[in-house]
């Protein structure tokens, strides 16, 4: 990605709009050499309501990036997409290149950056889809060529957005960060029990209305009761009539991942969120930096006393 950068104008930055902070990258910032930058909260329609709740929150979140624009999407509504086209266009109005303008779309895995691409490129210039998507992380697994979101004219090429891999944050803060990536699909379903995640996501559905899922079963906060509810209620059963634990764990994930079970958000904002954030996971990477150093300095001490003791 560094070696692309020389020629990229502008920089769109994806993050899941259920997990604000926590879809957040350090990466980028520090390999993007100060490129201008238009943060983008995809996936709105599983984490808002459009109630004043979720105004606030996203006020809140613009602050937080000042002075980098900040719009919140869903892919599939024509007038969020006409909203990032019209920035790129914009954008683009104030460049000097005879060749286009480049941008470069990066985020987390799975934060919908293709889908991004893809709908940009059918409302800029009317054509389908110019990159694969789906609902695990991994689907894009190298840097594509640009794509024509916005046609050229006689002083420019047009714009060409350009789809990167989902980079994956090189530590993670805690146990909780990982339920919520995991949650969202930004970790492969296999890497963390679906029993685990529907726990999780059952204290977070007790914490907003317990009603969310009071088809299948009134409020409790065991997993067990409850995933046994919903695989009688939805029929996921083996033989004998034996609730299918696992099966009924996978399709709540997917319901919530839809916006069936739920539509809101598992990061807590505030005011001086993104600030705290950053500050614990500088703190984070001190510790692991200085966890390393004694990891060396201890190899060295014992190949030093391997040495002495041959001599």
Known sequence: MKTMISSIKLVIECRDYRVPLTS????????????????????????????????WREEVIKQWHKPSKVLFSDHKDKKDVRRILNFAREYASHSTSLTGTRILVVGMPNVGKSSLLNALRMSGVGKGKAAYTGAQPGI????ATGVKIIAGDEESEGVYLTDTPGVFVPYVPDAEAMLKLALCGSVK???????????????????????????????????AIFLDAVARKTGRLQKAGVPDIEAAALWIIQSWRRGNLGRFVLDEITEDGLEK????????????????KKVKEARKEKAAAKHSNRD
């Open 140 to 143: 894009t697994r190298k840097i």
């Open 189 to 223: 379903d296999t890497v963390i029990p679906p029993t685990i995640l529907v726990d999780y996501l059952l204290f977070h559905m007790n914490k907003v209305a317990p009603s969310l899922y009071a088809k299948y079963h009134q409020p409790t906060n065991d997993v």
């Open 277 to 292: 954030s950053m500050r614990d996971k500088d703190n984070l990477r001190m510790s692991l930096n200085q966890a390393r």
């Open 24 to 55: 957040r990258n350090p990466l980028f910032e520090e390999s993007l050499g100060g490129r201008e930058r238009l943060v983008v909260y995809t996936k709105k329609d599983l984490g808002s309501m459009g109630e004043e709740s979720d105004r």
